[in-house]
């Protein structure tokens, strides 16, 4: 299993640094975020270091994604108020990502919790939103080239 030494979360991993886990299997940890936004806030973090997201496979993307979704729905049944959950992926510094190791936060909500995530936008243009469709579409085009080489 590929580990950065200087990597916080690979350091809990090994069992260098404490946590508060909730979940483990072969290929992910989950543990309780050390600043949580709310009780019960939860990183699930895939056990062999990925950077963000284009370091990380989709067969590990997936299973990341399907412990966070069997552990959002584990907190509605906790004594933690939990009337809603956000899952958040923050890929890259300009998108918030402080600790570059992939993971993903699983984080219960309740009503007057004080957590504000993300802005208000205005609506798009069609034509923009199009332009924007159009551009994914070729990237997930020259993403199969990429992989298939």
Request: negative net charge; proline residues 4%; glycine residues 8%.
């Amino acid at each position: 299993m590929m580990h950065a030494d200087d990597c916080v979360f690979c350091q809990i991993i090994r069992g260098r640094l404490p946590a508060s886990y909730a979940y483990a299997d072969e290929e992910v940890v989950a543990f309780m975020d050390l600043r949580p936004l709310t009780p019960g806030h939860l990183l699930v973090v895939p056990r062999e270091h990925a950077s963000g997201l284009m370091d990380l496979d989709e067969a590990g993307g997936l299973h990341v994604w399907l412990v966070a979704h069997r552990l959002a729905r584990a907190l509605r049944h906790t004594k933690l108020r939990c009337e809603g959950v956000n899952l958040l992926v923050a890929d890259g510094a300009v998108a918030g990502q402080q600790v570059f190791h992939a993971h993903l936060h699983v984080i219960p909500r309740f009503e007057a919790d004080g957590v504000r995530i993300g802005t208000e936008a205005p609506d798009g243009e069609r034509a923009a939103l199009d332009s924007a469709a159009a551009a994914v579409r070729a990237g997930l085009r020259r993403l199969a080239v990429v992989e298939s080489d």
